[in-house]
């Protein structure tokens, strides 16, 4: 809950109320964000989070593995919200040097890759990814996710290796269409 006339006792009464929170306005940007951090439920013990469901993509039953690979805690948030109905296992890294070590220790049949990020960018990474995938003899698709939908990142993405390209803010139709559809073309070649 948010008010602009905040009184003594507003939180007292929130909480009674079942309110899980309360923001006196004007609020900051951090200090609204640390509140959604605070409520939403991520699993705090690592940046390797997982999520189940018992829907599965995949025909056979089995659980595809999606890895996301976003610096912002609340994109990762609006993404898992937004994947939690395919029922896939999700991994999340937060930053692409984690992304290489998942990748390397974890079966993934797909990653999301954020472009812009600190300590490794989702060009490094691609780029690091698609190297070491010539000693495996396989590729796992890389779906770019950035906030910038000018033609020269989507360019660069395509150039490095990556499969496509979704534009920031999420949009979870398009999300869950381009998961799909490189699922299932990974599927379809592996069965070949």
Not at 36 to 41: A, G
Not at 58 to 87: F, W, Y
Not at 99 to 124: N, Q, R, S, Y
Not at 172 to 183: D, F, M, Q, T, Y
Request: net charge negative; aromatic share 4%; charged share 25%.
């Amino acid at each position: 809950m948010t008010s602009a006339q905040a009184e003594v006792g507003d939180v007292a009464k929130c909480e009674r109320l079942g309110i899980n929170a309360f923001i006196s306005l004007p609020a900051g940007r951090r200090q609204i964000q640390q509140v959604f951090l605070d409520h939403l439920p991520i699993n705090a013990a690592s940046n390797k989070q997982i999520e189940n469901s018992s829907r599965p993509l995949d025909p056979n039953g089995l659980l595809s593995t999606i890895l996301l690979v976003e610096d912002s805690r609340i994109n990762q948030q609006v993404c898992r919200a937004m994947l939690k109905e395919l029922g896939c296992n999700l991994l999340i890294a937060d930053n692409g040097e984690e992304a290489i070590k998942l990748w390397h220790t974890e079966k993934i049949d797909l990653i999301l890759m954020d472009c812009h990020m600190p300590v490794m960018d989702g060009f490094e990474a691609t780029i690091a990814i698609r190297k070491l995938e010539k000693s495996r003899g396989s590729s796992t698709p890389i779906i770019a996710v950035t906030a910038s939908n000018a033609d020269q990142d989507m360019k660069r993405c395509l150039e490095i290796g990556m499969n496509s390209f979704i534009a920031k803010p999420y949009v979870r139709e398009v999300l869950i269409e381009e998961i799909n559809k490189h699922l299932v073309a990974k599927k379809l070649t592996a069965s070949v």
